[in-house]
């Protein structure tokens, strides 16, 4: 048994017949074919898979491609827009935020959220915002720095 | 925080500059392994054991073989006889190990241990029909603990072999038991470095393409050594090795874990030919939790031999390693590492160390970032600081007292090593500086006053990287590169030491660009694949810069002689009289008349100038052979306070120096330092994984594994020392595994020295808050720590486990 799905995916209806259990993280990477979002651990643990849902970042690992319909996704390649990067993929690459970059683009997207909720965010706001993505590379100081860069970057863009 | 402001560099070299492989990372737009699609893409699934040991008495897999979709399913009888052994490239001497096969047989030997394998045309079809396989298990008793394995009456991981003991290594120098007999003081502890899983954030998984009409195979792995890969894996599934393609696409994640050749990459490859399909297998979370190599997992009995001023004058170890249930890739060479690097920074006259190795009915232990460094980094550590406890002194004289100084570099060690270089007073005192030390002891002190549990710990650090010369390493301690200038004088760089993640595509462009007199714009780095990069031993170890860097460079001087010849040729001048500089040759005295790269190129390629005897072209290839390892060190210090209520530990301060010579890129250099020490806040403060008694894998998840959280990070205060390593040019050592070596060893002092006001004396990792306030509450139920020895005339033998809560008297700390 199949149902029909409609997902606005970074500004593009896509309509596809799924099967019921099929997840948003593999509705995305497999029948969309946006290979940017990634999966670490399939129980919503280290937010590799984080995409902004209706704008809220969430784990897409445990979420039905079902429960998704009508609904609007953000995913990593929908965050530049054309050639211009979005100031929180400038940040990390301007602070050197990634290694393997595995993690990286579940964190932009919880990255984005934090700037949402907290536009000017001290460092322990980013630290709480990002507790709910594990990266084994950077130790984390330097996406710290990134989203600080992203967040003077914004402030400044908005300024003007 | 950044390092202190150096003098800026001329050129690319020791900039802090942003990554060039970085743009398509952060637009999602790079390839990992499960991010290829081929046409007629199968998958593969394996079952496995649920039991640490048991025999395998009947596998009937008719229900799943008949699974709509289902192309294949295999177990080790139809497989076991054809294909493998999984090899271990550094057996010891009278190893006594079994054949590990890609499959189970007739029993299986961990929780996680493949069984069977199925191929279907969905990847969720060939989950659904691993439970449609009836196998019938008969439970066996399971070795678990490594120290009773040793018993007479133990049951045996593996029957055939009549022990489970896997070797028995000893390293012995200088006249241990004279030191021994010496000392004014013997001093023990026995200390636990706990199992651990590197828990990358993209498992393992490969895809496999069978080519028929070639004969050829390609295998895309996630793995850090596609050229040991390579020399492996031919044999195993039975193609030539010059058939055989390997590529490491982009690579989420090693830390040791990827530095394996694995049963899934044998089967994957065998299946893609059986079937004449591309097969693709992708490893699931709990699959990497149980699968995938776990590290560390020693225990070890360390007594010193010291004289009351402190001197260390010999050191003495039992350690028994569990190594689970079979060999990967390394396994029997990591507790050696232990071994070798044991004296620490400082000089002890006399070492033994026995290595017990044993096999258990758990996963293998190998490499995991750090690999034996961090559990010798962490025994002497503790040792020197309970030196100091022992003798009333201070843990930074004591320390002091030991070093060798910087004009006894090369040093030798008594565990046969030749230290490069190094100034460990120097990092030690510019870490003080930066810490602020003296208000340090005086925030410790009022914060005792008001009754607070905050305590200072120090780690100075050695370890050694780089490996390393051919001699001492089982397959070629060598690095290869490549360096072509193309016809359009653009610059093509291929090394084999394959990075994933540490940043060489930006700091070997920085070297090439530096030498070359290029802009780094006009250059680019190729990794990760044997066709592009024929040759390569691959990253591990902390080598790629030192060993992969120094061949580029090679190739670069090679380019540069045979474009002085053309230059020569072209200016009607003596190959002797042309200078290079900043990317021009010229005939010295006539920079007007100067040629650049794109002209020489040009005319290399076009070949109608060439001077008689001058091959065309300008490439050239070398294979560096380092003459020895390289020994970065560091001093790391950490400022802790613990929650008397909940034993949770926060850290107040954190300061490390590390030098690793020089510095490519400081930004990627800072890099791994963060991410190094995170791993030890791991070890140090949460990690751990666990079997039960039955054998059976309790931290199975990210849920129950315990990995450092954005909020557990401090903010760190990073500077560096500079001592060159004269065993490469660049005089580079590595810095991939300095945070984890030098780290937990400070965390775990300064915990430690925050409990000693309630007589602690040592605590066993992890130092999760259930283990601090238990500490907390019945600190008379902590570890012991023997000390023996004549006692001196003026105060009497402090107890083996203390309830001394009286300051010292003359520690500075």
Known sequence: ?160 | MPAPAKPKPKGYVGRPMKRVEDPRLIRGAATYVDDLNLPGLLHAAFLRSPHAHARVKAIRTQAAQAFPGVVAVLTGADLNDRLGPIPCAAPMPDQNSPRHTVLAGDRAYFVGHPVAVVVARDRTVAHDALDLIEVDYQPLPAVIDPEKALRKDSPLTHPELGSNVAYRWSLAGGDVEGEFARADRVIGVRLLNQRLTAMAIEPRGCVASWHAGEGSLTLWSSTQVPHLVRTLLPDLVHVPENKVRIVAPEVGGGFGSKLNLYAEEVLVSHLAIRLNAPVKWIETRSENAAVTVHGRDQIGDYQVAVTKDGTVLALKAHVVADLGSYLQLLTPAIPTLTGLMICGCYKIKAVRMDVTAVHTNKMATDAYRGAGRPEAAYAIERLMDLVAVELGLDPLAVRRKNFPKPGEFPFQTATGLLYDSGNYQAALKKALAMAGWEELLERREGARRQGSLFGIGVSTYVEICALGPSKIMSAGGWEWGCVRIEISGKVTVITGATPHGQGQETSFAQIAADRLGVPIEDVVVYRGDTNVAPYGRDTYGSRATALGGTAIVMSIDKIIAKAKILAAALLQAKPRQIGFDAGKFFVQGKRKTALDWKRLAGEAYIAKNLPPGLEPGLEASSFFEPPNCTFPFGTHIVAVEIDRDTGQVRIAKYVAVDDCGNQVNPLLVEGQVQGGIAHSIGQALFEQTVYDENGQLLTGEFMDYAMPRAGDIPDYLLGSTVTPSPSNPLGVKGIGEAGTIGATPAIANAVIDALSPLGVKHLDLPLTPENVWRAITNPGATPPVASKGVPKPDRAAPPATGTRGAPRKGGKR
């Open chain 1, 1 to 160: 048994m199949k149902i029909p799905v409609k997902i606005r995916v970074n500004g593009t209806l896509r309509e596809h017949e799924v099967e019921p259990r099929l997840l948003l993280v593999q509705f995305l990477r497999d029948v969309c074919g946006l290979t940017g979002t990634h999966l670490g651990c399939e129980t919503s643990i280290c937010g590799a898979c984080t995409v902004l849902l209706d704008g809220k970042a969430v784990k897409c690992c445990t979420v039905l491609a079902a429960q998704a319909d009508g609904s609007e996704v953000t995913t990593v390649e929908g965050l530049a827009r054309n050639d211009d990067l979005h100031p929180v993929q400038e940040g990390f690459w301007e602070c050197h935020g990634l290694q393997c970059g595995y993690c990286t683009p579940g964190m932009m997207m919880a990255g984005v959220q934090i700037l949402e909720r907290h536009p000017k965010p001290s460092r322990e706001e980013i630290r709480h915002g990002l507790e709910g993505n594990l990266c084994r590379c950077t130790g984390y100081s330097h996406i710290i720095d990134a989203i600080e860069y992203a967040a003077r970057k914004a402030g400044r863009k908005g300024a003007r």
